[in-house]
Nanobody, 121 residues
Framework: QVQLVESGGGLVQPGESLRLSCAAS????????MGWYRQASGKQRELVAT???????NYADSALGRFSISRDNAKNTVYLQMNSLKPEDTAVYYC???????????????WGQGTQVTVSS
């Protein structure tokens, strides 16, 4: 059983920063990919950023230059540093984990419970 615990959301003013954290725990597993998605009210869930085992990253155009994803492998934790936040960044941010149980090549996806980010003056 895998669990994801997210933290770091909140209310900030435009131009300010936030850092989201997501820690994975549970039975023995190997992390393939971790990432962040977001869903604004009335809109579909969309990719924000992902980070792979080799450290490579992928960003949505809206996040390029402002957001940075990183990972602490020892803690099974992924971070999303969000700078220069805009009102349109307001959404529920979800952590995503792509993992494989040890000695198992099958891959499974798991979502966090979501954390609200609100950018407003």
């Amino acid at each position: 059983q895998v669990q994801l615990v997210e933290s770091g959301g909140g209310l900030v003013q435009p131009g300010e920063s936030l850092r989201l954290s997501c820690a994975a725990s549970g039975s023995r597993f190997t992390i393939n990919v971790m990432g962040w998605y977001r869903q604004a009210s009335g809109k579909q869930r969309e990719l924000v950023a992902t980070i792979f085992n080799d450290g490579s990253t992928n960003y949505a155009d809206s996040a390029l230059g402002r957001f940075s994803i990183s990972r602490d492998n020892a803690k099974n934790t992924v971070y999303l540093q969000m700078n220069s936040l805009k009102p349109e960044d307001t959404a529920v941010y979800y952590c995503y984990l792509d993992y494989s149980p040890l000695n198992d090549k099958r891959r499974y996806g798991y979502w966090g419970q979501g954390t609200q980010v609100t950018v407003s003056s």
